[in-house]
């Protein structure tokens, strides 16, 4: 009963430790020893899933993103220790600051309460959302597809036993294995019982989770992402930033889709983009913007190894699109605000970028574009907690409020004051 | 705590068209397809997966849950399992079908 599940959570809320006990992080390395244990079982149980997916003709591509290898606990073993050791930094305590000669104020970390994160086909998603949410002091309702309810459940059963050696109430994680979508409606029709909602899937999941409950939503809205190539940029850089941040996971949500170069520029960057990308191995498309100097017959390239390079001309649906391929556009802009109109017209708030030497233009893009992260003459793909310092993160949010940007784990926790006032009274 | 689905589309009250069915469709290839495109733009007989579309997340929660709010029904698990559809209208014929045999 799905109500039950939600009662339980609310409950192991009200029953685990204060934040900065150590159970917390002992469940980390608890869960990490757990996941080792029980991975022959919880491989097996991957494997029924699989063969179950295959056999409804599933879509091998969609079959991948169901699997487990033993690559992925080598994964999430390392994730649980750096949540172990990010753990004290994250959710500690705040210095103490004076409050004129009355008192002084600091900010403690608390858990959001019942999160409850709904993903699809990635198993890694059980772990991630357990790891990270119940090392936060967070109880977690966790409803993965049912493509993947074997694995989940085989999952769901590490997790509770690492909670449970560790200290903590087993009822802070639950995987939800009833693939029901009625309880799914049921749950954000009750913000009482849950206090945040974390989508991690396909866009029209996202949408839906955004759209149809009151709960507040922390979900990254996919990434359109551009990088603006200002007139000044040093162009070999623009160029090695352009592909480095598509090819190196064109998948990703960091990753590049559109480059906006300025006019001035355009030809002899886009030049010099057909070369890298014909270095390039692997398959790589440019869609170009078709008032480019069309690139010389590929046959008279003096560099061209057949590595799958192809140049298609660049669309109006290009625009606005995210494309999951080792696949990037280039349109000519005519100056900055032009660029800045077209990431305020089709952008997702994601992650931006601009290459360029003149800080001037650096300052003015960056104060107008709005994206959660803004990468001044790096590769977008930097975009990304760990990278960016900030620890394990689950998500990467482009909502505007509690976080943006890497959901990691001092996003899980809210701030409150504790305020030292030595018996001062308000006058 | 109680148990209340009214919000559960599980009884339309009135079954939608063809013409809705068709509109829902093209909403949701467009939004898994990540594009930013006009809906109504998109034809009939446009490749799910082609220089346009790109729907590759046929049958997971997201797509099912969407089709079921914005058609106010409940579709079975194995709507997309083992069939073969190529293009939007191909996802759509699914759908009314899936709709009828609700009724």
């Not at chain 1, 300052?363 to 310092?389: E, K």
Request: hydrophobic residues 40%.
């Amino acid at each position: 009963m799905i109500e039950e599940a939600a009662r339980t959570a609310r409950a192991a809320c009200a029953q685990a430790p204060p934040m900065g006990d150590p159970a917390y992080r002992n469940y980390c390395r608890s869960l990490g020893d757990q996941l080792t244990a029980q991975w022959p079982q919880i491989r097996k149980a991957n494997e029924q899933d699989v063969a179950a997916a295959e056999e409804r003709g599933m879509p091998p591509t969609l079959v991948d993103r169901l699997r487990l290898t033993d690559a992925h606990l080598d994964l999430l073993t390392r994730l649980a220790d750096e949540v172990h050791d990010a753990l004290p930094e994250a959710t500690g305590p705040s210095a103490e600051t004076p409050i004129g000669d009355w008192g002084s104020r600091r900010r403690i970390a608390k858990p959001l309460g019942v999160v409850l994160m709904v993903y699809e086909a990635r198993p890694t998603a059980t772990v991630e959302g357990a790891l990270l949410c119940l090392a936060t002091g967070n109880a977690v309702l966790l409803r993965g597809g049912k493509e993947i309810s074997a694995t989940n459940a085989e999952l769901g059963l590490a997790v509770r036993r690492a909670a449970e050696r560790a200290g903590l109430p087993g009822g802070l994680a639950t995987v939800l294995d009833d693939p029901d979508r009625s309880q799914l409606r049921w749950l954000l029709s009750h913000p009482d019982a849950v206090d945040v909602l974390i989508p991690r899937g396909s866009p029209s999941l996202i949408d839906y989770c955004r759209t149809a409950t009151s709960i507040p939503v922390i979900a990254s809205g996919g990434g359109i992402n551009h990088v603006f190539v200002h007139s000044s940029a040093d162009l070999s850089l623009a160029v090695d930033i352009t592909l480095n941040s598509k090819l190196s996971e064109p998948t990703a949500c960091n990753a590049l889709e559109l480059a906006l170069v300025e006019r001035r520029v355009a030809d002899e960057f886009t030049a010099r983009l057909r070369t890298a990308a014909r270095r390039h191995e692997g398959p790589v498309t440019l869609r170009t913007d078709p008032s480019l100097v069309p690139a010389p017959d590929s046959a008279d390239a003096p560099d061209a190894p057949d590595t799958g390079f192809r140049e298609e001309p660049l669309a109006e649906h290009d625009f606005g699109r995210e494309v999951l391929e080792p696949s990037l556009g280039v349109l000519v802009v005519d100056d900055l605000d032009a660029a800045v109109a077209h990431v305020r017209r089709y952008g997702s708030a994601h992650t931006e970028g601009i290459v360029a030497e003149d800080p001037s233009a650096v300052a003015t893009y960056t104060a107008a574009v709005d994206a959660a992260a803004l990468i001044v003459n790096g590769s977008l793909r930097l975009h990304d907690g760990p990278t960016m310092g900030l620890g394990p993160e689950l998500s990467i949010s482009t909502g505007r409020l509690h976080v943006s940007g890497p959901v990691a784990l001092d996003s899980l926790v809210t701030r409150q004051w504790v305020v030292s006032a030595n018996g001062t009274l308000r006058h | 705590m109680s148990t209340d689905t009214s919000a559960t589309p599980s009884a339309p009250s009135g079954a939608p068209d063809r013409a809705r069915i068709d509109d829902a469709v093209r909403r949701l290839v467009v939004s898994e397809s990540r594009l930013s495109v006009d809906p109504q733009s998109i034809s009939d007989s446009e490749p799910l997966n082609g220089p346009l579309l790109k729907v590759n997340s046929i049958g997971f929660l997201g797509m099912l849950i969407r089709l079921e709010e914005d058609l106010d029904v409940a579709l079975p698990d194995d709507l997309f399992v083992g069939r073969s559809f190529t293009t939007v209208s191909d996802l759509a014929d699914l759908v009314t079908a899936a709709v009828e045999g609700a009724r």
